[in-house]
C-alpha cells in the first residue's frame, strides 16, 4: 500500500475514533422505560466478575506478542505495537500478587488511554458488555480480598450475580503501580 495512501487511512480512522469520543455524551444514558442505566465491560480474575465503566475503555484485544524491557517488574509483561502506538502491558493477576490465568486463549486485554499513552491490562476473560439499572446498585460485601479492596468502587448485583466496579483511577493514583522498575 502506498505510503500516502496509508497515512489516510490512518488518518480517516483517528477522525472516526475522535467524533465518536467529541460524541459519547450524546448517547443515551437513559433504557426505554426511562430510567437511568449504568454500563460496563465485564471481566473477570480468578472466577471473581469485575466490571469497568465503558468510557474508561478505548478497546479490548486478544494478548499481542509483547517486547519484555529489562528492569521491569514481573506483572509489566512489556510492549506492543498497536497500530504504530506503544501500548505498555501489565498482567493484572500478577500485579496483584498472584499467578497469572493459565487460560491464555481466554486471557484478553483491556485498553485504556492513559492521557493519550497507551496501558493494557491483561485479565482473565472479558464477561461481556453490561447494562446496570441504579437500583441494582449495591453498597455492602463489595469484597472480602484485602488486595482488591483499594481497587472495589461499588458492586451491581443481578440475580444473585455481583458485579464489582473496578476502578481503573485507583488503579493508576495507586504508588505500588507506577513502581515498574525493579
Known amino acids: 500500500m502506498p505510503e500516502t495512501h496509508m497515512s489516510s487511512v490512518v488518518q480517516l480512522l483517528d477522525d472516526i475514533r475522535q467524533r465518536g469520543q467529541d460524541h459519547k455524551d450524546s448517547l443515551p444514558q ?6 437511568a442505566f ?13 466490571i469497568v465503566p465503558i468510557d474508561e475503555i478505548v478497546e479490548l484485544i486478544p494478548v499481542p506478542q509483547t517486547t519484555k524491557v529489562p528492569g521491569t517488574k514481573s506483572w509489566h509483561k512489556g510492549v506492543a505495537n498497536l497500530r504504530g502506538v506503544l501500548l505498555s502491558l501489565v498482567d493484572l493477576q500478577e500485579y496483584l500478587g498472584r499467578s497469572s490465568s493459565r487460560s491464555i486463549l ?4 483491556l485498553v485504556i488511554d ?3 499513552s497507551y496501558l493494557g491490562l491483561v485479565v482473565d476473560e472479558i464477561r461481556g458488555l453490561h447494562h446496570f439499572d441504579e437500583d441494582e446498585q449495591v453498597e455492602k460485601g463489595l469484597t472480602a480480598d484485602a488486595v482488591l479492596a483499594p481497587y472495589i468502587i461499588g458492586a451491581f448485583e443481578r440475580e444473585g450475580e ?12 495507586s504508588p505500588e503501580f507506577h513502581q515498574v522498575a525493579v
Open 38 to 50: 449504568w454500563s460496563g465491560i465485564g471481566f473477570s480474575l480468578n472466577g471473581i466478575n469485575y
Open 106 to 109: 481466554k486471557q484478553r486485554v
Open 30 to 35: 437513559r433504557d426505554v422505560r426511562g430510567e
Open 114 to 116: 492513559q492521557d493519550g
Open 162 to 173: 455481583l458485579w464489582r466496579i473496578f476502578g481503573i483511577k485507583e488503579l493508576f493514583e
